[in-house]
């Protein structure tokens, strides 16, 4: 493949005559200086004995030494403090380099012209369904509209239905599946209960015998 045109330098670039101020501020918010750690915040130990936890049967002091309780996770425990954050009144917002126009910018009429047959696509796809298909390649303005409202059009709304359909098909069958999953649940929870209505009478008749 020929191209007739080469790369353009862009059109403005950044100042070389400025740079961010040294007092520019960026941090949108800043620790609350008014915020005060709350009294006894350290004292709150990270991990504690686990209270049920209890010594083996088989624990001898003299061999094993004096027995302690493994430790857990305290769920008093909230971490290292930090103040809260506020907005910061010196933010100025992200800095943006000025800029001025290149100078080695040259306009090129030619930079997209290609001296080929052929066009070559490279698709990255991040939604699976898209179709990519019917290129146009022209240069007449009028072609590419009645292609967009014509044949482009008629297409794309028969492939919008059939999206619906799918969707709507896909619905109502995870709707009968949970549905019959509901169905299930209920059938095991009325199945219990009948089996332990069933343990009741049968207690119930025991004792009567007893009787």
């Known amino acids: 493949m020929s191209m007739t045109g080469t790369s353009c330098p862009p059109k403005e670039i950044n100042d070389p005559s400025i740079t961010k101020p040294a007092d520019w501020v960026e941090e949108k918010e800043i620790p609350d200086p008014e915020d005060k750690k709350p009294e006894g915040y350290d004292d709150i130990p990270k991990e504690i004995p686990d209270p049920y936890a209890k010594k083996p049967e088989d624990w001898d002091a003299e061999l094993d030494g004096e027995w302690e309780a493994p430790t857990i996770p305290n769920p008093e425990y909230k971490g290292e403090w930090h103040p809260k ?10 800095w943006v380099h000025p800029q001025i126009p290149n100078p080695d910018y040259h306009h090129d009429a030619h930079i997209y012209a290609y001296d080929h047959e052929y066009v070559a696509f490279e698709i990255w796809q991040v939604k699976s369904g898209t179709i ?9 303005l009028e072609e590419a509209e009645a292609f967009a409202t014509g044949h482009f059009a008629q297409q794309q709304k ?8 799918q969707e709507e098909e896909k619905q109502e069958k995870e709707k009968a599946e949970r549905e019959a999953e509901k169905q299930n649940l209920e059938e095991e929870e009325k199945k219990e209960d009948d089996d332990d209505d069933e343990e009741e009478e049968e207690g119930k008749g025991h004792t009567h015998d007893e009787l």
């Open 158 to 165: 028969a492939e919008k239905a059939m999206y619906d359909k």
């Open 132 to 140: 990519f298909d019917h290129i146009l390649v022209t240069d007449s």
């Open 85 to 94: 954050l506020i907005p910061n009144p010196a933010y100025k917002g992200p």
